[in-house]
């Protein structure tokens, strides 16, 4: 199956971010960017490390493809990011290889591992022919807060951040190469989803990401970027807090709060009028709950 990507402004495919390192990005598909994450993979000497595994067939497939363009070696590990379908649907693919990802998110996929697929295809159904006959893994190794990973001389830091874009978030960290891969903790030019997160913790999550040296950041949805990027949707999140804060003291609902948002460009990303009032709910659950919802 193959989606129109000619709405996409963003170059995709298969981009080399630094030796052995590639980040594989992915455009717009027919429910804006939702479900059209990246993923990235590093070439050691002996084995091949994928992060995140991508949503559906076709996805896996290209991927995979990618890949096999530049080298013959086994995937060896695979690191995900969250456990959100569109990052971790395609890790059968990679079977025998061992699996790695925090706590949490291993506790969301074998929790959810019989019902993800149907969920996915019932909430997207224009994406169901391509959910066909995908087995979820359930990853076999965690972390509670890193892990270094050592390819050769190469040094893949893993990491969680504490509470974010979920519960359960990882991003890998190349220190030589002065590349990191964010998972969902980024989205460039993509309204960032704290659905299941909290946006007071991920302001603070981008803050940490921030402090590291970078060249390359490969975000988890939109296109590859650098700090500066990163920076813009920490003021995104930062605006949402707050102006989610002056609403909720004024009495306001989430959907007052929504129509009085004063976004300026954040407007213009891809899926803000899906997810803004998402995101302002978030924050005026964690007002009304703070304990369960902070770092
Ligand atoms: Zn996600």
Redesign the pocket.
């Known amino acids: 199956m193959r989606f129109d990507r000619d709405f996409t402004h963003w170059p995709i495919g298969l981009h080399k971010v630094a030796e052995d390192v590639y980040a594989y990005v992915q455009g717009n598909g027919p429910y804006g960017n939702a479900g059209f994450?990246n993923a990235g993979f590093v070439v050691g000497p002996e084995y091949v490390v994928v992060i995140d595994t991508l949503g559906t067939n076709s996805m896996h497939d290209g991927f995979i493809q990618a890949i096999r363009s530049v080298t013959s070696l086994p995937v060896g590990l695979v690191i995900i990011t969250?456990h959100?379908v569109?990052?971790v649907l395609g890790t059968h693919r990679f079977m025998p290889a061992r699996v790695i990802c925090h706590r949490q998110c291993r506790a969301h996929i074998a929790a959810g591992r019989d019902t993800m697929v149907q969920r996915w295809r019932n909430m997207r159904p224009l994406l169901a022919p391509d959910l066909e006959e995908i087995p979820v893994v359930v990853p076999d190794i965690t972390f509670e807060d890193r892990l270094s990973i050592h390819l050769g001389e190469r040094e893949l830091q893993v990491f969680h951040p504490g509470l974010a874009?979920?519960d359960g978030d990882a991003a890998v960290y190349l220190p030589q190469e002065r590349v990191l891969f964010t998972?969902?903790l980024f989205f460039n030019q993509v309204c960032p989803?704290a659905f299941q997160g909290s946006v007071k913790g991920w302001m603070a999550a981008v803050q940490g990401l921030l402090a590291l040296d970078t060249e390359v950041i490969v975000p988890?949805h939109g296109p590859i970027a650098d700090a500066a990027a990163l920076r813009d949707m920490g003021r995104y999140l930062q605006l949402i807090q707050e102006g989610s804060e002056q609403a909720f003291a004024r009495g306001l609902s989430p959907e007052e709060a929504f129509a009085q948002m004063e976004l300026g460009s954040f407007r213009q990303w891809f899926d803000t009028e899906h997810r803004l009032l998402q995101d302002i709910q978030r924050v005026y659950e964690s007002l009304k709950s703070p304990t369960d919802s902070q770092t």
Do not use: E, M
Request: proline fraction near 0%; avoid cysteine; glycine fraction near 18%.
């Open positions: 994450s969250h959100h569109d990052h874009h979920t998972g969902d989803a988890g």
